[in-house]
Nanobody, 120 residues
Framework: QVQLVESGGGLVQPGGSLRLSCATS????????MGWYRQAPGKQRELVAQ???????THTDSLKGRFTISRDNAKNTVYLKMNSLKPEDTAVYYC??????????????WGQGTQVTVSS
């Protein structure tokens, strides 16, 4: 059973910063890529950033320069640092990995989500 445990969301003023964390087991973290997605009210879930096991990162073009994904291999944790936050960044942020299930088939696994609200 793959578990992804997120933390770090909250209410922040425009221009502020937050860092989200997502912890999982070492057996997952050391083998599979990790990612962050977000879903705003009334919108589809969208990719924010991904990071491979060797640290190669991809970020959604519109968020480059403000959002940064990183990982701490010693803590089996992936982070999303968000700077210069805007009201349109308000969403539920989800941690994600794609790993094999009990039948050996790859599937997406999701954390419970953490709410980020950007408002004055």
């Amino acid at each position: 059973q793959v578990q992804l445990v997120e933390s770090g969301g909250g209410l922040v003023q425009p221009g502020g910063s937050l860092r989200l964390s997502c912890a999982t087991s070492g057996s997952i973290f050391s083998v599979y890529a990790m990612g962050w997605y977000r879903q705003a009210p009334g919108k589809q879930r969208e990719l924010v950033a991904q990071i491979t096991i060797d640290g190669h990162t991809t970020h959604t073009d519109s968020l480059k320069g403000r959002f940064t994904i990183s990982r701490d291999n010693a803590k089996n944790t992936v982070y999303l640092k968000m700077n210069s936050l805007k009201p349109e960044d308000t969403a539920v942020y989800y941690c994600n990995t794609r790993a094999p299930n009990a039948k050996g088939l790859f599937q997406d696994y999701w954390g419970q989500g953490t709410q980020v609200t950007v408002s004055s």
